[in-house]
């Protein structure tokens, strides 16, 4: 009877395990399928933007391509299947030389031009060449920067939460131009976090005066909805680079 009831008791151990297992990996909604961009469509848009395709299990944006078609809109795309409050955001992706893009959540649409208008940007851009090939003395000066305007500010480098909080530089370790890094966000209201190639980079409180003191200080000083809404799209950013991402998945938390 003890070793029927020994046996009993691993079997039920072993099933639990794979149960837990399915149901972990069951958490997880995969964005991309590595072979199609169904969910995907242009911000403010039914379609997806010239440019933007799957290939070779990598969600891309091919400037060539973007540039082959007479199209009006706006080139930022957005997952549109479904809207997310809290969450935990997981995906690989890769820059050029000279390169930008951005990663953005709790997206709105409703009479919005772009999410730049509201929705929080984890940065992802070539902190090394991006100021030697593109001019930002301009646009810095135009947002405050009165020291080095000319050069990449910290809060505009990656795995930056955008002109709010910089990455950590003792944290911080970015793979170089053309190689794969792992991006990871972690939302919920009494913690954020965003993660880069295994390490935190930012951490902060939503919405708490610190927030806040930043948000009216600087860049979005002037931008009443930003950082306001509390669920919404994920989005891609369009800045007229190449871009690749892959395993791009998400899980409700």
């Keep these: 009877?003890?070793?029927?009831?020994?046996?009993?008791?691993?079997?039920?151990?072993?099933?639990?395990?794979?149960?837990?297992?399915?149901?972990?990996?069951?958490?997880?909604?995969?964005?991309?399928?590595?072979?199609?961009?169904?969910?995907?469509?242009?911000?403010?848009?039914?379609?997806?933007?010239?440019?933007?395709?799957?290939?070779?299990?990598?969600?891309?944006?091919?400037?060539?391509?973007?540039?082959?078609?007479?199209?009006?809109?706006?080139?930022?795309?957005?997952?549109?299947?479904?809207?997310?409050?809290?969450?935990?955001?997981?995906?690989?992706?890769?820059?050029?030389?000279?390169g930008n893009s951005g990663i953005f959540y709790h997206v709105k649409e409703n009479g919005y031009k772009s999410p730049t208008q509201m929705a929080p940007e984890y940065q992802l851009i070539d902190d090394v060449k991006y100021?030697?090939?593109?001019?930002?003395?301009?646009?810095?000066?135009?947002?405050?920067?009165?020291?080095?305007?000319?050069?990449?500010?910290?809060?505009?480098?990656?795995?930056?939460?955008?002109?709010?909080?910089?990455?950590?530089?003792?944290?911080?370790?970015l793979n170089p131009i053309g190689e794969w890094n792992t991006t990871r966000i972690v939302f919920t209201p009494e913690k954020v976090e965003y993660w880069l190639n295994g390490k935190m980079t930012v951490s902060f409180i939503p919405w708490s005066a610190d927030w806040y003191k930043r948000k009216n200080s600087g860049k979005w000083n002037h931008t009443p909805d930003y950082g306001k809404y509390k669920k919404g799209y994920i989005a891609l950013q369009d800045h007229a680079s190449p871009i690749w991402f892959r395993n791009i998945k998400i899980r409700k938390l």
Aim: charged letters at 25%; one cysteine or more; a negative charge.
């Design 1 to 98: 009877m003890k070793r029927i009831i020994a046996v009993l008791l691993v079997v039920a151990f072993t099933y639990s395990c794979k149960t837990g297992s399915n149901s972990q990996k069951e958490d997880w909604i995969y964005l991309i399928d590595g072979t199609s961009t169904k969910g995907w469509r242009a911000y403010n848009g039914d379609a997806l933007p010239p440019g933007w395709i799957a290939k070779d299990g990598v969600l891309t944006f091919d400037t060539q391509l973007g540039l082959e078609q007479n199209y009006k809109g706006g080139k930022d795309i957005i997952y549109g299947l479904e809207e997310f409050d809290n969450f935990e955001l997981y995906l690989e992706w890769k820059l050029p030389e000279g």
């Design 131 to 173: 100021a030697d090939i593109h001019d930002l003395t301009d646009y810095n000066k135009s947002v405050g920067v009165t020291k080095d305007p000319e050069k990449l500010q910290t809060w505009q480098q990656t795995a930056a939460d955008y002109a709010m909080y910089p990455a950590d530089p003792t944290k911080k370790h």
